[in-house]
């Protein structure tokens, strides 16, 4: 409700203000895996993994996947201090994608999830997928064939993703 009313939002835990801003930046670029988290419904999905390198290039790895961090997100190579280490990416659910459109266009960020529950909500689908032991939310369009049971293709819209490091929950790429 908060988003729908306010000019400025002040994110508050535990007593503590974590981050004033507008309802849109707090949206697209939250200071902490705790305002990620908060802002937005279904929330953003969350996964744990570490940062490799890719060529001359930075990817995050979870499970058997790894996934190229677009270069234009990677601001003053701050990538280069998480070599190796353990981060979380987050991406919000109309940011995975099933549209065979959208599959054909991309070559990176492609994983494979098997739906567990579909829920259409009239205007979006809700898909409740498991990738690699990772429970992840897909708002898709309602046209969306999938269903409990399938093995699908889905695809992370990575100029969309978040990073954050592990231990302090900061943001480290927005």
């Known amino acids: 409700e908060a988003m729908t009313m306010g000019d400025r939002i002040v994110v508050m835990k535990d007593g503590f203000i974590q981050q004033v801003d507008t309802p849109q930046n707090l949206y697209d670029y939250p200071i902490n895996q705790f ?52 981060v979380v990416l987050g991406i919000r659910p109309e940011n995975v994608h099933d549209e065979p459109e959208f599959l054909k266009k991309v070559s990176d960020g492609i994983v494979e999830a098997d739906v567990e529950v579909t829920e259409l909500m009239g205007a979006e689908t809700y898909l ?47």
């Open 35 to 86: 305002v990620a988290g908060f802002m937005g419904s279904p929330q953003m999905n969350f996964i744990d993994g570490t940062v490799e390198k890719a060529g001359s290039e930075y990817a995050f790895r979870f499970g058997r996947y790894s996934v190229l961090i677009p270069a234009d997100k990677n601001k003053g190579d701050v990538l280069k201090d998480y070599l190796g280490k353990q």
């Open 128 to 174: 409740y997928l498991n990738c690699e032991g990772v429970s992840l939310t897909a708002r898709v369009d309602p046209a969306s064939t999938a269903k409990s049971g399938d093995r699908i293709k889905a695809a992370f819209e990575l100029n969309k993703i978040h990073l954050f490091d592990k231990e302090t929950e900061k943001t480290i790429l927005n």
